[in-house]
T-cell receptor, first 110, second 113 residues
Framework: GQQLNQSPQSMFIQEGEDVSMNCTSS?????WLWYKQDPGEGPVLLIA?????ELTSNGRLTAQFGITRKDSFLNISASIPSDVGIYFC??????????FGAGTRLTVKP | DTGVSQDPRHKITKRGQNVTFRCDPI?????LYWYRQTLGQGPEFLTY????????KSRLLSDRFSAERPKGSFSTLEIQRTEQGDSAMYLC???????????FGDGTRLSIL
């Protein structure tokens, strides 16, 4: 099946640092999405990207939909302690089937 | 709160028992999805509905699993004759239509003893 390779698996950073994570796939997706999940809760949508090359920001978060439609990255600037959590990329296929990466676990040290 | 609601939040049961979970989507959303998530992994697609019609099922959805959305509003996911491997978080999501972002509930965590 279509697999999303998300990296890095985990990151340990100091408060105030910038963070970058990415997702790649061998398949083409119609839409890329980024979610954040806290322990015991469901994923919360951060950013949705609909067009190849699209660059979208949401506060300190910026994400881009790769030109080839096979990759996406998420940047977090000036990290704060509440950014801690697991970040998932997700790609939406033609049939509305959404595939997730394995997640990037972010730890922010105050 | 007008988000996706799931009930119960936690379910502990013995192997071999049947369990049923409920999902109430965001009211104006016509699409509803079920996912399963195991520790350290992203959610895996199980099935989705457009209104009351179940349009797709993953091969992960064995014949012990059944999902319904009888009136196109809330949905139920039933697992019959539960097995140890069914232990997971079961997530529900809804969206307004094709290619629209999916919004998730907080899930039902199932533990099989």
């Amino acid at each position: 099946g279509q697999q999303l390779n998300q990296s890095p698996q985990s990151m340990f950073i100091q408060e105030g640092e910038d963070v970058s994570m990415n997702c790649t796939s061998s398949s083409i997706f119609n839409t890329w999405l980024w979610y954040k999940q806290d322990p015991g809760e469901g994923p919360v949508l951060l950013i949705a990207l609909y067009k190849a090359g699209e660059l979208t920001s949401n506060g300190r978060l910026t994400a881009q939909f790769g030109i080839t439609r096979k990759d996406s990255f998420l940047n977090i600037s000036a990290s704060i302690p509440s950014d801690v959590g697991i970040y998932f990329c997700a790609g939406l296929l033609n049939n509305n089937d959404m595939r997730f990466g394995a997640g990037t676990r972010l730890t922010v040290k105050p | 709160d007008t988000g996706v609601s799931q009930d119960p939040r936690h379910k502990i049961t013995k192997r071999g028992q049947n369990v049923t979970f409920r999902c109430d989507p965001i009211s104006e959303h016509n699409r509803l999805y079920w996912y399963r998530q195991t520790l350290g992994q992203g959610p895996e697609f199980l099935t989705y509905f457009q209104n009351e019609a179940q349009l797709e099922k993953s091969r992960l959805l064995s014949d012990r699993f059944s999902a319904e959305r009888p009136k196109g509003s809330f949905s139920t996911l039933e697992i019959q004759r539960t097995e140890q491997g069914d232990s997971a978080m079961y997530l529900c999501a809804s969206s307004q239509g094709f290619n629209q972002p999916q919004h998730f509930g907080d899930g039902t965590r199932l533990s099989i003893l």
